[in-house]
């Protein structure tokens, strides 16, 4: 199985900061088959990025996806109030599907 | 409007037994693959299983294969999930999630609110 690595497990940050969140594969993920998803306290994951680096639909230019192969990155812009949330990626290139173990962006 | 919304859930026993629902509206169901992910209280997200559009495949995570089992009811618009021999560590938030991607590869686009499942005596 991929193992997914997210870091940091906490950013503390201020609105209008930019965040950058990792994750890392423990082995390559194929044609950047990785997600990424939010999930807010008592809320369901919403879908943010596919494909590495393609927003979802309605998701704002301010979240952006990069990377390929084992390394990969959700940025940020500029944080808004209803950014500060968990986030996780995904990889979706090999059986069975795994995610990360999340990373936090609190308000510092 | 997608629209996934789950039922069934609550408490059971060790070694009990419950049908998780998922009602799907909004798009044509049977034309998707649909997932069941868990997340235990205050832990990330599990991938558990997933039926194809048809219902003729279906795929489990090792650590409920044997006891789970996915099904899905196209004329419905509902996908199942009966979880048996129940054990503390099932005891979860259960999510449905619709599969959307290509070529065998997929993502998760759309997911219900989610359906908490307690194992315990």
């Known amino acids: 199985d991929i193992v997914l690595t997210q870091s940091p497990g906490t950013l503390s940050l201020s609105p209008g900061e930019r965040a950058t969140l990792s994750c890392r594969a423990s082995?390559?993920?194929?044609?950047?088959?990785l997600a990424w998803y939010q999930q807010k306290p008592g809320q369901a994951p919403r879908l943010l990025i596919y494909?590495?680096?393609n927003r979802a639909t309605g998701i704002p230019d301010r979240f952006s996806g990069s990377g390929s192969g084992t390394d990969f990155t959700l940025t940020i812009s500029r944080l808004e109030p209803e950014d500060f949330a968990v986030y996780y990626c995904?990889?979706?290139?090999?059986?069975?599907?795994?995610f990360g173990q999340g990373t936090k962006v609190e308000i510092k | 409007e997608v629209q996934l919304l789950e039922s069934g859930g609550g408490l059971a026993q060790p070694g009990g037994s419950l049908r998780l629902s998922c009602a799907a509206s909004g798009f044509t169901f049977g034309s998707y693959a649909m997932t069941w992910v868990r997340q235990a209280p205050g832990k990330g997200l599990e991938w558990v299983s997933t039926i194809s559009g048809s219902g003729g495949s279906t795929y489990y995570a090792d650590s409920v294969k044997g006891r789970f089992t996915i099904s899905r009811d196209n004329s419905k618009n509902t996908l199942y999930l009966q979880v048996s021999s129940l054990r503390a560590e099932d005891t979860a938030t259960y999510y449905c999630?619709?599969?959307?991607?290509?070529?065998?590869?997929?993502?998760?686009?759309?997911w219900g609110q989610g359906i908490l499942v307690t194992v315990s005596s």
């Open positions: 999630a619709k599969d959307w991607g290509s070529y065998g590869h997929y993502y998760f686009d759309c």
């Open positions: 494909g590495a680096s």
């Open positions: 995904q990889q979706y290139g090999s059986s069975p599907r795994t």
């Open positions: 082995q390559s993920v194929s044609s950047s088959y």
